[in-house]
């Protein structure tokens, strides 16, 4: 702590003046070290692997607790594995199964889980909370942890495509609040995420393209090797190769993860406001919010990923064939290019609330050829009504009018 001097008035000026020295201003700062461990395994929950017991102290410890919380869907799949692991292990778990869906994702969820920690009484740094789910259930629980007594530590086994190569591997907790998609949250590190790709064998096809988005997402700003091995490899990306997890799926993978880090780590707190994973998350939250019958998040982020890359070809950023391969590959992953409610007017409404967002500028990042990001502040209307036309002019020439 150090005081901050000022030069002291040789008489009182002001009513508001405190006649009495020495400090009357104190500046505090201190720094909180963050550290946490990203790691894809298999077979985690073989009860000889000792990964997750390391993760809970189950290893070194007789009769360790810890409160398992699950997603509904994955606990059908995969409870009796979990169990059986934690039996094998001694440890000592509380299970908390709770629904895993967008509209459940609320306030409540969090105050629920706080109580399932205060009706075990967990102990305050040896006993760990440990998440097994998806995108959802993973930002409830990590507010939960962040919240209960100021921070407790957790461990999250994300179990969807999204989860393991997005909500998983950052910092970011959350749920919805009024009409607002993660409007209350905080930034709080897991002690550990463990990634078993085995999980995702049993995960929906759609959510599989939803997943697929964002590693398009990485691959287009910021990794143009990622985006070759992608057209390579899409039309044989399904939930089985991804679960077999053999040498091109673990690279397209751990290419998303690694990549995703290296963005977030200089910048977990989000102090930066040109964020190039904000790529495809400018128009897509109007888009989410409207799209009736709904859109999965990755969807919303496709049409919007498509806009931008249209944006960039106005630009002179992207060449033709560049934006015709990228709108390829959204296409050839299972993603939407375009969405009726998706208009010109709509994009409009959708960068402004971005500007809000980022602090009063658009801080749009696009792509500066395939593999690097620029952001731009001064996206015009006609361009944005320009960009739709490119894209639907490329879905007509595609697919043949009135698809
Ligand atoms: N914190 C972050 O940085 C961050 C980043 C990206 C997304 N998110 C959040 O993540 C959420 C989306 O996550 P999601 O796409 O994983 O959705 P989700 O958690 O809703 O899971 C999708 C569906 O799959 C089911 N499921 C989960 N694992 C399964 C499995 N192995 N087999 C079969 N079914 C399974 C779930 O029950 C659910 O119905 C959004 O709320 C989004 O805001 C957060
Ligand atoms: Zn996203």
Redesign the pocket.
């Known amino acids: 702590m150090s005081e901050i001097t000022t030069a002291r008035p040789s008489r009182l000026t002001s009513a508001f003046d405190i006649p009495r020295a020495p400090g009357l201003t104190w500046y505090v700062q201190a720094q909180q070290p963050v550290g946490y461990e990203v790691s894809l395994t298999r077979g985690l929950l073989a009860p000889a692997n000792p990964t997750l017991a390391k993760a809970v102290g189950a290893d070194s410890r007789d009769g360790v607790r810890t409160l398992v919380v699950v ?4 606990d059908e ?2 409870g009796t594995a979990l169990r059986a692991y934690f039996a094998a292990w001694q440890a000592e778990a509380s299970w908390l199964v709770m ?4 509209e459940t ?1 609320a306030l409540e969820q969090v105050v629920e889980v706080t109580r399932a920690m205060t009706d075990m009484g967990i102990l305050r740094r040896t006993e760990r909370l440990v998440v097994v ?7 409830v629980v ?1 507010m939960a942890a962040s919240l209960y007594r100021r921070g407790a530590p957790y461990v999250r086994v ?6 393991q190569v ?9 749920v ?1 609040h009024g009409t607002h ?2 409007r209350l ?1 905080t930034y709080f590190a897991p002690e550990a995420t463990l990634i078993d790709p085995e ?6 096809a759609r ?1 599989i393209s ?2 697929l988005a ?1 590693i398009i997402k990485m691959a287009l700003i910021k990794d143009a090797d990622l985006f070759r091995l992608l057209e390579e490899t899409v039309a044989h990306i399904s939930n089985d190769t991804l679960a077999d997890c053999g040498s091109d799926m673990s690279e397209v993978v751990s290419r998303a993860i690694a990549g995703m880090l290296d963005e977030l780590e200089p910048n977990l707190w989000e102090s930066v406001l040109e964020r190039s994973v904000d790529y495809g998350h400018t128009f897509s939250p109007s888009l989410e919010l409207r799209a009736d019958p709904p859109l ?3 969807e919303a982020v496709a049409v919007d990923m498509a806009v931008c890359v249209a944006l960039a070809v106005g630009r002179q950023y992207l060449a033709e064939d560049e934006a015709h391969r990228a709108l390829a590959l959204v296409s050839a992953a299972g993603l939407p290019l375009t969405h009726p409610v998706f208009t010109p007017e709509l994009l409009q409404v959708g960068l402004a609330d971005a500007v809000k967002h980022r602090d009063g500028r658009q801080r749009l990042p696009l792509t500066d050829g395939i593999g690097s990001c620029v952001f731009v502040n001064d996206i015009t209307p006609a361009e944005l009504a320009r960009a739709l036309e490119y894209v639907h002019a490329f879905t007509e020439r595609v697919d043949g009018p009135g698809r």
Do not use: I, Q
């Not at 997005?166 to 959350?174: H, L, P, R, S, Y």
């Open positions: 997603d509904r869907s994955v799949l995969y629904p895993g869906d967008e994702k789910g998806g995108g959802v259930l993973m930002d990590g994300p179990t969807t495509l999204v989860g997005d909500a998983g591997v950052g910092v970011k907790t959350g919805n998609k993660n949250g999980f995702l064998r049993t995960v929906p959510h939803n997943g964002e999965l998040h990755g």
